[in-house]
């Protein structure tokens, strides 16, 4: 481990004295009359004499900005954002005895609003901020018609393997939040929600390796939070986005934002309808070894899947300002999210010499509606420019009832029959998820920043699985797969952070403790007796930051935290799940959290380079684990022993004309696994990994603009998975129409359709290879139109109070 470590180290001592700087410089920060930062402003560098653009950036997320590389001369500046008026500077020169030139730029709000006119705002795709990256995800053309799993997989540092589980610079177990709060989701059920949401939905993706205290503990590679779109502009205002997709099959994604806003409240409401046809081919080979290591069987089975998953959300609410210092609102949505899916599988028993034995066939039919509702009742008050108190109540419930039927007939290679039958399974499942929260902050003296909170939650779930087997019309109780799991989970947390900044150097220190109680009930049946568990355990969860700005372009940090990663509630339930004939899944009401340590050291150059160097240590590491019995592979949940990653990334913003600019992300990890599965087998991996993603914006006159991008992930060896390298090219173009107000974009999704994954699986005596691809090639054209009223009054953003809770509902995965 000291070898890769020692490298790791070296080369981001390296990236840093390479960055050096070349010509004059223009840097500063754009604040408004309140002098809180305006992200997103546009800076253009103009020449004096015929105020032609000379070269012009963005700002941050802290509202700075820098342009590099000049010449020498006399120029003006000129900034400009939504909804303030434009600055320009007075004239000003560049040259030998002023090589760089300091703004601090206060815009202010236009007095009128700009009736009949839009003007539109362009942000950079990522933003890299201290504690963050930001990604906006309307920035890139291709994200038109992609679903919110789509955009995550091209995000910097992000990955999802072929089960969708999504992994954080090579690391899994990333809490996912939405607009602050969790679905309460996990695995498959997660997979279908983000496949649901559309692209036009979001409004940022912020992505945290190390959060602070002030965030639920869970995730132990960092959180991943997912902003949806809603509209503060004072007035009435709204958009429509319409959108088609074409691959093997056809997909719709469309939503109405609505938004008014005056003095006294602002109410808002969204709509969207998805439909999205899909599909999972999948191929699995697996051979079996005697004792003395030569093959005595082989299983060769092709799976495809077709699947429909529909989706009608609604969200609305308001904002009622009793004063200026004290704000309550509510905000309610819900979603209706019919599925189907009818695949069919071939199984052939093959013995040594690969010839067949018997050939099993699946008919799978599975038909399912997921409803949910949420409701939020939040309250801010402010006492006085230094003290706030903000307060959230969250009640969110899922139900779903999923049917399933299995055909599944056995014969010999000449067609003459075994055995047929069917399995059918009803699998209910009731979710309530009650949570409350309260958070306090406080600005002390010199600079000092004092923040405290409080939040519990209560979890409920009732799922049951009953099965029925036997001949078509004479279908009996399956007692032996037939169950109904009763869980509840209460988790309360305390957290106190602190912020200070002296000179150059920036502090911050926090400490969460949070306090989990669970009971899970196996209610038996004829066959089966109850069984029952319970588990009660206090966890602390330190957090530390340190930053130093070396000079105007360069800033050190070093961060520590520790964090946990709970099981999903279905992996605690003990009983089988039929996958098909062949593979079964189980739960493990022995798993255990596991915990996390990460350390991470990052420099920062102009605002535009990020390298980070990081490692981490992973105690009770939990994963999916296979084993066999017989001829059917069986999966599940288990806390394997120890996991070691240390890693480099660098994501650098590059401008290389006032047309072109582009992000670059890369990201190495040396990864080690130890541990013991629980058949008391050992496993022993380690290994390099690396994920890169690249992006081109092209803007053009008269509102054109253009997309290049693309993702790689190299190969990947974790526990008993080895997965093969793959990644997508995506090109896409755009036209502003209407007077601005309207934007239609086409794009090509996976040109080449590199998209499919290949990997391997060894587990006791079977070494299993499979190859997955699903409709990842896709042409998508769209239309958006923006209406209404467009002058900008500052407001807030309920982000809600539901906790770590949401992201482990694991129904029926």
Known sequence: MKKPTAFLFGLLALVAIVKGQSGYRVVGTIRDAQSKPIPGATISLLKSSDTSVVNFTASNGAGQFELDKLGGGNFLL??????????????????????????????????????GVTVISRKPLVEQRLDKTIVNVDAAVTNVGATALEVLEKSPGVQVDRDGNVSLKGKQGVLILIDGKQSYLAGQDLVAFLSSMNASQLDQIEIMTNPPAKYDASGNSGVINIKTKKNNQRGFNGSLNLSYSQGVYAKTSNSLNLNYRNPKFNVFLTYTLNQNNNFTDLHINRTYYGADGTPVAYFDQPTFIKFHIGNNTLKVGMDYYLSKKTTIGFTTSGFVSPRKFDGYSVGNIQDENQVTDSVARTENHNHDRWLNGTVNLNFKHQFDSSKELTADLDYIQYKSNNEQLFNNTSYYPDKTPISDGQLKGELPSNIRIFSAKADYTQSLRKGAKLEAGWKSSLVKTDNA?????????????????????????????????????????????????????????????????????????????????????????????VNFGRRIDRPAYQSLNPFYFFINKYTYSVGNPFLNPQYTNNFELSHIYKGKYTTTASYSYTSDYATQIFRTEGETTILSQGNLGTRQNAGLSETMNLTFAKWWTATLSANVNYQIV????????????????????????????????????????????????????????????????????????????????????????????????????????????????????????????????????????????
Not at 505 to 517: C, K, V
Not at 529 to 538: C, E, G, K, L, Q
Not at 790 to 809: C, D, L, P, S, W
Request: proline fraction near 1%; glycine fraction near 10%.
């Open 78 to 115: 000129r900034v400009s954002s939504v909804g303030f008026q434009t600055y320009t500077s007075e004239r000003f020169q560049l040259n030998e005895k002023q090589t760089m030139i300091r703004f601090d730029i206060a815009l202010h709000l236009q007095a009128n609003s700009l009736e």
């Open 465 to 557: 699985a009953n099965y029925f087997i036997g001949q078509a019309g004479n279908l009996q109780p399956d007692y032996e797969r037939t169950n109904r799991f009763l869980y509840e989970e209460n988790i309360n947390a305390f957290y106190l952070n602190l912020n200070k900044q002296v000179k150059k150097w920036s502090f911050q220190a926090g400490l969460r403790f949070e306090n989990t109680n669970y009971d899970g009930h196996q209610l038996g049946n004829i066959q089966k007796p109850d069984s029952a568990f319970t588990r009660h355990y206090n966890s602390l969860f330190p957090t530390a930051f340190i930053s130093y700005a070396l000079d105007s372009s360069n800033t050190m940090t």
């Open 674 to 813: 130890d541990g013991v599965t629980n058949t008391s087998e050992k496993i022993h991996t380690e290994g390099w990994n690396g994920q890169l993603n690249m992006n081109n914006q092209l803007r053009f006159n008269k509102g054109w603009s253009a997309e290049l991008s693309g993702f790689y992930n190299s190969r990947e060896v974790e526990g008993q998975f080895t997965i093969q390298p793959f990644g997508q090219v995506s090109m896409g173009a755009g036209k502003q129409i209407l007077k601005t107000k309207g934007t239609i974009k086409l794009s090509l999704r996976d040109i080449f359709y590199t998209q499919v994954i290949y990997g391997k699986i060894l587990y006791g005596n079977v070494e299993e290879h499979f190859v997955q691809s699903r409709d990842s090639r896709v042409v998508n054209i769209s239309f958006v139109y923006r209406f209404g009223k467009t002058f900008k009054e500052n407001g807030r953003k309920t982000k809600g109070g539901a906790g770590e809770e949401q992201n482990r509902v694991g129904v029926g995965s």
